[in-house]
Nanobody, 119 residues
Framework: QVQLVESGGGLVQSGGYLRLSCAAS??????????MGWYRQAPGKQREAVAI???????NYTDSVKGRFTISRDNAKNTVNLQMNSLKPEDTAVYYC???????????WGQGTQVTVSS
């Protein structure tokens, strides 16, 4: 079983920045075997992928955040981060950490962290 805990959300003005972090834990699950990413969901809207590491190890971003968001991972700390710059009101959503265990193909989700960007 893998547990994912997000942090770093908050309220920020348009043009500001935030850095989200996701800490992974769980016995029997090596962090390097997890394909990590970030999703987001606004109220009444479908959950969408924001940034996900590909099987080749490079990140894949949705078009609306390219050039503004950067995903990274720290295997020594078992964390994945999302640096969000030049934030826009359209970025307002609950952001969820995502992991797929490549050994079992099982998907895990964090509890979500709220990001609100004021205009």
């Amino acid at each position: 079983q893998v547990q994912l805990v997000e942090s770093g959300g908050g309220l920020v003005q348009s043009g500001g920045y935030l850095r989200l972090s996701c800490a992974a834990s769980g016995s029997g699950s090596g962090f390097v075997t997890l394909r990590m990413g970030w999703y987001r969901q606004a109220p009444g809207k479908q959950r969408e992928a924001v940034a996900i590491f590909t099987s080749g190890g490079s990140p894949n971003y949705t078009d609306s955040v390219k050039g503004r968001f950067t995903i990274s991972r720290d295997n020594a700390k078992n964390t994945v981060n999302l640096q969000m710059n030049s934030l826009k009101p359209e970025d307002t959503a609950v952001y969820y950490c995502y992991a797929r265990d490549l050994r079992t193909w099982r998907v895990y989700w964090g509890q979500g962290t709220q990001v609100t960007v004021s205009s």
